[in-house]
């Protein structure tokens, strides 16, 4: 099964900075999705964003962008103006074209945004 | 637009006590899936169905059974209760890029 490694337990950011979270994955496969979640205390699993293995630009939601480096199977999430809402557990996840096509996710980061 | 409903959002079991959590979509997906979360570990996957009539074990099977009753429906039972099993369970379902998730049951086995 694919790993999905999150290095980074908790991190913190200053409201209106720019903070980037890592994940790194391991495949052999070519085709894939790679996602963030976003998990506030009211657990609800939020899609914050999407990038498909084929494409090579970077997906970008607004203030959410990813740095995706197929070849060091490196995939980032920038979150730019940081703002209190933004304080989550975030996941990092992959989804495989085989294996009925589960969600493989990371432990997770922390995010605590202060003011 | 309900699209995945899960319930009971909360339980408390007793040990060796059985019981099943509901999961229904209403968004005409094929595949759906059930997972744990448990702090520090993420979520993970526990079973699936890929389709109507068909389940696949997951990472962590052991101590649960599922049943795709139909193409909404996807029910996750626990048969006898062990505090080991103290989690969030969340059902999801999918499209193909993207994935849907209920609202979770946190359950707690005394």
């Known amino acids: 099964a694919q790993t999905v490694t999150q290095s980074q337990p908790e991190m913190s950011v200053q409201e209106a900075e720019t903070v980037t979270l890592s994940c790194t994955y391991d495949?052999?496969?070519?085709?894939?999705?790679l996602f963030w979640y976003k998990q506030p205390p009211s657990r609800q699993m939020i899609l914050v964003i999407r990038?498909?293995?084929?494409?090579?630009q970077n997906a970008t939601e607004n203030r959410f962008s990813v740095n995706f480096q197929k070849a060091a199977k490196s995939f980032s999430l920038k979150i730019s103006d940081s703002q209190l809402g933004d304080a989550a557990m975030y996941f990092c996840?992959?989804?495989?074209?085989?294996?009925?096509?589960?969600?493989?996710f990371g432990k997770g980061t922390s995010l605590l945004v202060t003011p | 637009n309900a699209g995945v409903t899960q319930t009971p959002k909360f339980q408390v079991l007793k040990t060796g006590q059985s019981m099943t959590l509901q999961c229904a979509q209403d968004?005409?997906?094929?595949?759906m899936y059930w997972y744990r979360q448990d702090p520090g570990m993420g979520l993970r996957l526990i079973y699936y169905?890929?389709?109507?009539?068909?389940?696949d074990k997951g990472e962590v099977p052991n101590g649960y059974n599922v049943s795709r009753l139909n193409k909404r429906e996807f029910s996750l039972r626990l048969e006898s209760a062990a505090p080991s099993q103290t989690s969030v369970y969340f059902c999801?379902?999918?499209?193909?890029?993207?994935?849907?998730f209920g609202q979770g049951t946190r359950l707690t086995v005394v």
């Open positions: 996840a992959y989804r495989s074209f085989n294996s009925g096509y589960a969600l493989n």
């Open positions: 495949t052999s496969e070519s085709d894939y999705y």
């Open positions: 990038q498909e293995a084929y494409k090579q």
């Open positions: 968004m005409n997906h094929n595949s």
């Open positions: 169905s890929a389709s109507e009539g068909t389940t």
């Open positions: 999801a379902s999918y499209l193909v890029a993207e994935a849907f």
